[in-house]
């Protein structure tokens, strides 16, 4: 179902960190407008509305009231895990719109049931999800999709927290809630950050047809544990293999001005391979993009390599699915199955041996 006002009016529930980069595109699409803010931090909301510049927004402190709002078409939902499927649900139920940070829950069956509520409703249900929409993603995927590298056989993810001189400071409490497993569902790298690792691999490689984990862990100077080192494996159809590493080096700088964090991914084809040396930030000034071809390596770097650029994609996607009709992605189906993969690493390193993922 697609909005049928002339401005799509948003709500953010939620204006933690990650909040500044979801609004950047609804602040200058002509489409949408952010109309509400809910923090249960009123001067935090009140100081994001006006770092937005959107000081006529409606500022709450209850997502109850937000949701009454008449002028509120659609939600972005920003809030710790544990509290994702109670106010998706309230969400779909007020007939909003709901775009839902992800993992969308912290299960299946909550994964399930808001699936189920959204078809009832007939509202759009996003689960959103950047890094699929980050430009040197969007450049490998259609190097692929034109033949660059031919068969794709395999994917190897490399991700690598370290430290940022330039890195934004993380609030406390965004660091507490992480560690509780019981809010989080998950370790912050193999489960929250790896969430984004796991849609990449889904995204290149399809459904994994069996997982296999380990998942360490190092304690960080201010005492925060990180679920790493960590090396999870994944086998898919047709014989195709892939991996996640991740590694915490803690002396490691890492160029960024978001997370200090590095991705890297390698898709390796019947013919070619393809390296993106950028995610959260970078090591160094190598291409974004390189392609390894017929004897020959070249580079591709005529490309936005802002972290921010992948939400302003993946923004600028839902509004015009919501004004224009369509499939959001990902939808909530897709966010399921991208959640039963990344559950499935979990029972992995808890379980030990192959996991195949509740699809």
Not at 109 to 119: G, M, N
Not at 132 to 143: K, W
Not at 178 to 200: E, Q, V, Y
Not at 204 to 211: I, K, L, S, T
Request: aromatic share 8%.
């Amino acid at each position: 179902m697609t909005a049928s006002v002339e401005r799509i009016g948003i709500g953010f529930i939620g204006a933690g960190r990650i909040s500044d980069l979801h609004a950047i595109e609804y602040c200058a699409n002509p489409g949408a407008e952010i109309v509400a803010i809910c923090d249960v931090d009123i001067e935090l909301a009140r100081a994001r509305a006006a770092a937005w510049g959107v000081g006529r927004a409606r500022i709450y402190t209850d997502y109850r009231e937000l949701l009454a709002d008449p002028a509120v078409d659609a939600v972005e939902i920003l809030v710790p895990h544990h509290l994702h499927h109670l106010i998706a649900s309230a969400a779909l139920a007020a007939g909003k719109h709901v775009s839902l940070q992800k993992p969308m829950t912290l299960d299946l069956a909550e994964a399930d049931d808001l699936v189920a509520r959204a078809a009832t409703t007939g509202k759009l249900f996003k689960v959103f999800e950047n890094f699929i929409f980050y430009p040197p993603v969007m450049q490998a995927r259609a190097l692929i999709d034109d033949g660059a590298i031919g068969t794709p056989l395999s994917i190897r993810i490399k991700s690598n927290p370290g430290r940022g001189r330039s890195a934004w400071a993380v609030p406390p409490a965004a660091q507490a809630w992480r560690a509780d497993i019981s809010k989080s569902g998950g370790g912050p790298l193999c489960f929250d950050d790896g969430h984004h690792k796991f849609a990449l691999a889904w995204h290149f490689m399809g459904r994994a047809e069996a997982v296999h984990a380990w998942i360490g862990e190092s304690c960080a100077p201010d005492g925060f544990l990180f679920d790493a080192p960590a090396l999870i494996s994944w086998r898919f159809s047709e014989g195709r293999i892939g991996c996640l590493e991740v590694v915490y080096s803690p002396e490691l700088d890492i160029i960024t001005e978001h997370y200090a964090q590095d991705d890297r991914i390698e898709i390796t084809g019947s013919k070619g391979v393809i390296t993106i040396n950028r995610g959260h930030g970078r090591l160094g000034d190598q291409p974004p993009v390189v392609l390894h071809t017929g004897g020959k390596t070249i580079g591709y770097s005529d490309m936005d390599t802002g972290w921010e650029a992948s939400f302003v994609e993946s923004t600028r996607h839902f509004i015009k699915v919501l004004r224009d009709g369509g499939t959001p992605r990902l939808s909530g189906a897709e966010g399921r199955e991208v959640l039963a993969f990344t559950l499935a690493a979990q029972d992995a390193a808890r379980l030990g041996g192959d996991i195949r993922p509740a699809y």
